[in-house]
């Protein structure tokens, strides 16, 4: 069994903070994760996110590459790093290449981790899934970077939870390290170009894509929730943890009591 007991600073002498690992594809976006981290320290009881980089193999988003980048092979090779750190859970920072696998192979995915870290574990696909029904949505649009074929994989996906996706964008973007490069005027067009009026959340599904510094102006923008794929990864993280955090900062899904939607 893995022993879950917070990990000490010997030379401090003090106890370190709870810690969720989280396996992150290559590298595109992963500096949200320690800019959440600081949002999170300032608004409460701190948790550590350390990260590590599973090696992504071909940098596409395309059904046979991703298949690989997701495969058990690839995140077993990780896993030691993510407990050495001290993470008392894991989480695949991935969303396309966990969902294109399809639900019961994304639950396979994350059984076969959570066996091999001997931790709680999970993955960005499950965490859009789980967001949304603890925001009581069942509504919403998809606005993502992937090419249209992959970005119905997640409607799919989403389906199987008893999610209705009332519009789907696809951006055709083939690289995460493209998707890396976007800004918030890129990020905000993509928002707003997947929206729906029936919907009541928006969907940014790519890890690869910047937007922990977006989250309460994207909601301002389009009067409803966003979830995005780095927010939700963390939320998930914690929620292993059964660490809830309220930080309004990271958009309605870090603020309980919130309204959720508009009718």
Not at 94 to 101: D, E, I, K, L, P
Not at 211 to 230: D, F, I, S, W
Request: aromatic fraction near 6%.
């Amino acid at each position: 069994m893995a022993d879950h007991t917070p990990k000490t600073d010997a030379a401090a002498g003090a106890e370190q903070p709870d810690a969720v690992g989280f396996l992150y594809p290559g590298h595109s976006a992963e500096d949200d994760y320690p800019r959440i981290a600081g949002m999170l320290a300032e608004a409460g009881p701190e948790v550590r996110l350390p990260l590590v980089h599973t090696d992504i193999g071909e940098d596409a988003h395309r059904v046979d590459a991703l298949l690989e980048m997701g495969s058990a092979d690839r995140l077993a090779a990780r896993v030691e790093e993510v407990r050495a750190l001290g993470a008392r859970a894991v989480v695949w920072a991935c969303t396309s290449a966990s969902f294109v696998f399809g639900p019961e192979g994304a639950r396979q995915q994350v059984r076969e981790l959570s066996r091999t870290a001997g931790l709680p574990a999970s993955s960005t696909s499950f965490a859009f899934a789980h967001a949304l029904q603890s925001l009581g949505v069942d509504r919403v649009a998809i606005a993502a970077t992937y090419p249209e074929d992959v970005a119905e994989l997640f409607r799919a996906f989403l389906k199987s939870f008893g999610t209705e996706v009332v519009a789907l964008r696809g951006s055709g973007i083939i690289t995460a390290a493209e998707v890396g490069t976007w800004g918030w005027e890129e990020v905000l067009a993509l928002a707003r170009g997947g929206d729906h009026p029936e919907a009541r959340a928006v969907l940014l599904p790519d890890t690869a894509l910047h937007t922990a510094a977006y989250l309460t102006r994207l909601e301002a923008e389009l009067g409803k929730p966003v979830l995005t794929a780095n927010q939700v990864t963390v939320w998930e993280g914690l929620r292993l943890l059964d660490r809830p955090a309220r930080c309004p900062e990271l958009g309605t899904l870090f603020s309980p009591g919130a309204t959720p939607n508009r009718e």
